[in-house]
């Protein structure tokens, strides 16, 4: 607990953990709730925006699995 934690970009870095979530995953985990990101959903929509999807989690939610993935590549 003396060390910060890596960013998840550098700990998933062999699963191509995009370095843009590092910013929304550590203010996901600001110790002030003030600070934090106001709703789960808006935590999905920083997420789907850090690996480059467009729109909001409720248009992704009712993609196929596939479709998702395609997008996330692309």
Known sequence: MGSDP?????AGKAYGVPASL???MEEAFMK???A???SV??????VGQAYGLVGSHRDWA??????LAA???A
């Not at 009712?62 to 479709?67: D, F, G, N, P, T």
């Open 6 to 10: 890596r960013p998840p970009s550098e």
């Open 22 to 24: 590092d910013p929304v």
């Open 32 to 34: 002030s709730p003030e």
């Open 36 to 38: 934090r990101l106001a």
């Open 41 to 46: 959903g808006l935590l999905a929509d920083r």
């Open 62 to 67: 009712h993609l196929a699995q596939k479709e």
């Open 71 to 73: 997008r996330i590549r």
